[in-house]
């Protein structure tokens, strides 16, 4: 009875507390969205160049560079799983699908930012989350057509980290049009100042559809 | 020939004067807990009490064990067996973590809870009588010599004699033969010893020995212990040196 | 500040009932002795002091020397976020369980006769030895983050000179105190209920410790970030989850063993209260986290980890309240419950506790080392503590 008495009298406070915290309009940790996505906290390494796509390269030698998802579509979807990657050896147009697979459950694709010769692909990425983002999850290797097309399409680190904090004000927007009311559905913080990590691929293929169309395509 | 001194107690000649009780009392210069002793019970202030199963009285009383466990929990070595036999009490020692009471397997220790410094109380076997050649106060008021002092060899061959003698007046057991390694304290009773109110599902092992066993195995973990993390923290702060060095040679390459 | 000092909050009012009631019944104790505040009584000598503060409160304090265990000893690095208040809750937690045996003993003042009048035989003395060097031990692991925030330069250098020994002792006391608190039922073989008594206690309160223990780090995270709005570690805190789940089953699975083994499962089939609380004990505290904490996508949920931890810890309170208190009710026929006043000597050791990591945490680096904490949303916690 002692035992019961103890362990009751802990769960209660437990419960009493997460009122408490309700009635003064805050959150218990754990109930809050599984991580926060803001945008201050987005990062980008210093080498690297990013692509409109959402797809980041490192020059490896001249003309090959590698490839892979950046940390703005793999915090805004979570939990992305590739299954297919375009095969080693084919040739690829710009705009060709690079990687597909799901967010969530529902349907994605990424496109290829510039057309080459995909000249080795990581398939250690294949059917696992996406974690280690620049450095061990990377996608392709590609041998670019054209250098100079690298310039054209794509940004470096400093104009990169710019860009993706334009991007998470599109995403707020993007998450508005879609579900009216961002904040009740979980996907928005209170202040309106942050996203739910995840976010996108918490709602329906559709709106993961519409992602793709709105941030993955350009 | 061992020294140690024990108690027999013949229930069967008991008749429940209650002489042993008040004796005990006095020679204790405990307080006065109940007028009639059949109907006390072990108190801070009371060392032994006769307790009435239909018709059939029996003593309770600490048993002296051969093995104390109050003894061997005492984290401050307070209880101490002596070579004369009794189970004897240091107060100025105790310091009240109340281990002998909940490990006695008798459940005898008692405590002065209403006491701002309060002691562990249990029969002492009259300790300083014992030492000064005399016997127990209750062994000398029974009159019905249901209680006897002696030797505890003697007392022991006394004990199966009865037995022995008249099979019909007694249940075939000594108490106190072998209950948890033996007691000083034996007991004679016409029927099974649980009817009694004597706690008889204890093993024939002195019951220290349940955590000698354990204790004995701290050596052992803590060698062991010091060799496996002192191994690991090398191995584990290797691997991690090997990794760093792998990881610098490969951005030189890059 | 002092605004945000005096303004009431619903906690504060709380903790202060308590203290005051919790101080009245201290004393009451130190003035009219134990029978003033406790139900205890010769049938039934340990009561909630033992059971919960002493055995739960050591128990819960595991966490300290796992985290130093994997970040000093088996250098897995990453862990290191975690380590400073794992240690400082551990130490809070010793002080604490010293606390409350001042007040469980009959004559506290004669406490420190553990250190001249040896029994070696004495479980008790062993436990006593250590939880008295493994405080030492946990002040000396926590004391860099004093000797930082007072630039003490050169004694840090000496006390992280010497850290690794101090490391592996902690880990030494740590394993034979945990362990000892479940020998110390060793000796009670015909008192115990045979579901609960088995020579192999000291294994599992060592086993299950450090599976609450990381219960525990997780826990403790949660109310880290509640009240001092810092982020989850969440990755970090996820694998932690893992190795709890581990350990729970290697609990479970020997526990059953043993059970079945020594032909015991039977007494699971007597309906009375003894077999309903072990079978809760069982449930709450080793199916319940193992199916939540086993599952990758639960660990890495903020809400499941949280009830993986919070179940882990229920069941240890189970554990060992039904060791030292419900296994020994059907022997003594004493039907113990706690006084109130032992209820609120124990409540105020907890809020002193609290208050205590709170102030440490205010005034001593001690979640310095997290550079790598997510950065979570200001506004969303704090501000009108
Ligand atoms: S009966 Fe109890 S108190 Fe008496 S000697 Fe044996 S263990 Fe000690
Ligand atoms: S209460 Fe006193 S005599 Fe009993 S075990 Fe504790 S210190 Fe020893």
Redesign the interface.
């Known amino acids: 009875m002692v035992a019961l008495f103890v362990a009751l009298t802990f769960i209660i406070f437990l419960v009493i507390d997460f009122f408490v915290l309700r009635s003064q309009k805050k959150v218990h940790p754990a109930f809050m969205p599984n991580s926060v996505f803001d945008k201050s906290s987005i990062y980008f390494p210093g080498k690297y160049l990013l692509s409109k796509g959402h797809i980041w390269l490192q020059a490896l030698k001249n003309d090959t560079y590698k490839l892979g998802l950046d940390e703005f579509v793999v915090r805004a979807m979570n939990n992305i799983v590739i299954n297919t990657i375009a095969e080693e050896g084919t040739k690829i147009k710009k705009g060709d699908v690079l990687f597909s697979g799901t967010a969530g459950g529902h349907p994605v694709a990424f496109y290829a930012p510039v057309g080459g010769t995909v000249s080795q692909i990581n398939t250690n990425i294949l059917n696992k989350n996406i974690e280690d983002i620049y450095n061990e999850d990377w996608g392709v290797i590609l041998q670019v057509e054209s250098q100079a097309k690298i310039q054209e399409i794509a940004f470096e680190a400093v104009k990169a980290k710019a860009w993706m904090q334009s991007e998470f004000k599109r995403l707020k927007d993007f998450l508005t049009i879609q579900t009216a009311e961002p904040e009740l559905a979980g996907l928005t913080m209170a202040d309106g100042g942050n996203i739910a990590e995840g976010a996108v691929s918490m709602l329906s293929d559709k709106v993961v559809a519409a992602f793709e169309n709105d941030f993955l395509k350009q | 020939m061992s020294t140690q001194k024990g108690l027999l107690f013949d229930s069967t000649m008991c008749v429940g004067c209650g002489e042993c009780y008040r004796a005990c009392k006095t020679t204790n210069k405990l307080p006065e807990t109940n007028s009639d002793p059949l109907k006390d019970h072990?108190?801070?202030s009371t060392y032994t009490v006769i307790e009435d199963h239909q018709g059939k009285y029996t003593r309770k009383l600490c048993m002296h064990c051969a093995e104390p466990?109050c003894a061997?929990?005492?984290?401050?070595?307070?209880l101490t067996k002596t070579s004369e036999g009794p189970v004897v009490y240091d107060e100025n020692?105790?310091?009240?973590?109340?281990?002998c009471?909940?490990?006695c397997?008798h459940?005898i220790?008692?405590?002065?809870?209403?006491?701002?410094?309060?002691r562990v109380r249990k029969c002492i076997m009259c300790h300083e009588r014992v030492k000064a050649g005399m016997q127990t106060a209750c062994a000398e008021a029974c009159p019905a010599g249901a209680t006897i002092f002696g030797n505890l060899d003697e007392l022991k061959a006394e004990a199966l004699k009865r037995i022995k003698e008249s099979p019909s007046t007694y249940y075939p057991h000594v108490y106190g033969m072998k209950e948890g390694g033996g007691t000083n304290v034996l007991v004679l009773a016409s029927t099974p010893f649980d009817q009694l109110g004597f706690?008889t599902?204890?093993?024939d092992e002195a019951?220290?020995n349940?955590?000698?066993?354990?204790?004995e195995k701290?050596p052992t973990?803590?060698s062991a212990?010091?060799v496996f993390?002192?191994g690991?923290?090398w191995l584990?702060?290797r691997?991690?040196e090997i990794a760093k060095e792998n990881a610098q040679a490969k951005e030189r390459k890059n | 500040m002092k605004a945000a000092f005096l303004r009431l909050t619903f906690w504060k009012v709380i903790a202060v009932a308590i203290i005051t009631f919790g101080l009245y019944s201290t004393f009451l104790r130190f003035t009219q002795g134990l029978a003033s505040v406790t139900n205890l009584s010769d049938s039934f000598p340990w009561g909630m002091w033992i059971g919960f503060d002493i055995l739960c409160g050591v128990c819960l304090a595991a966490g300290g020397f796992l985290i130093c265990a994997i970040t000093h000893i088996f250098n897995i690095e990453e862990f290191k976020p975690l380590t400073r208040s794992a240690i400082l809750t551990a130490f809070l937690g010793y002080v604490m369980v010293v606390f409350a045996l001042l007040f469980d003993l009959g004559r506290p003042l004669n406490i420190w006769h553990a250190l001249i009048m040896w029994n070696p035989h004495s479980v008790m003395f062993e436990v006593a030895w250590c939880v008295m060097l493994y405080s030492s031990v946990l002040f000396l692991e926590f004391s860099p983050v004093i000797l930082e925030r007072f630039q003490l330069t050169r004694l840090l250098k000496i006390v992280k000179r010497v850290s690794l020994p101090i490391m592996i002792l902690g880990v030494l006391l740590s394993t034979l105190h945990q362990s000892s608190l479940g020998s110390l039922f060793l000796i009670v073989p015909a008192k115990m209920h045979p579901l609960w008594y088995s020579p192999l206690l000291p294994v599992y309160f060592y086993l299950s410790a450090i599976g609450t223990g990381f219960g525990m780090i997780i826990f403790e995270s949660y109310l880290s970030a509640r009240s001092f709005n810092k982020g989850l570690e969440m990755p970090l805190l996820s694998r932690i989850g893992l190795f709890a789940a581990i350990f729970v089953a290697a609990v479970f699975v020997i526990r059953f063993s043993d059970l079945a083994l020594t032909g015991k499962l039977h007494y699971l089939l007597i309906p009375c209260q003894e077999t309903y609380m072990f079978a809760l004990e069982i449930v709450i505290g080793m199916i319940i986290p193992f199916a939540i904490l086993i599952q990758k996508r639960n660990r890495q949920s903020r809400k499941w980890l949280y009830f993986g931890s919070v179940s882990l810890i229920v069941g240890a309170l189970l554990n060992r309240l039904n060791v030292s208190i419900t296994a020994l009710n059907g022997f003594s026929k004493a039907n113990y419950f706690p006084s109130v006043n032992e209820i609120a000597i124990t409540m105020m050791l907890v809020v002193i506790g609290m208050i205590a990591f709170k102030y440490a945490v205010q005034y001593l680096p001690v979640f310095a080392e997290e550079e790598h904490t997510e950065v979570l949303d200001t506004n969303v916690v704090v501000e009108n503590e």
């Open positions: 072990l108190s801070c466990t061997s929990v005492c984290p401050v070595g307070a020692k105790c310091i009240g973590c109340r281990y009471m909940q490990a397997p459940s220790p008692r405590y002065e809870w209403t006491s701002n410094n309060p706690v599902n204890l093993p019951l220290p349940f955590t000698k066993r354990a204790l701290i973990v803590v212990g010091t993390l002192g690991m923290y584990t702060k691997k991690n």
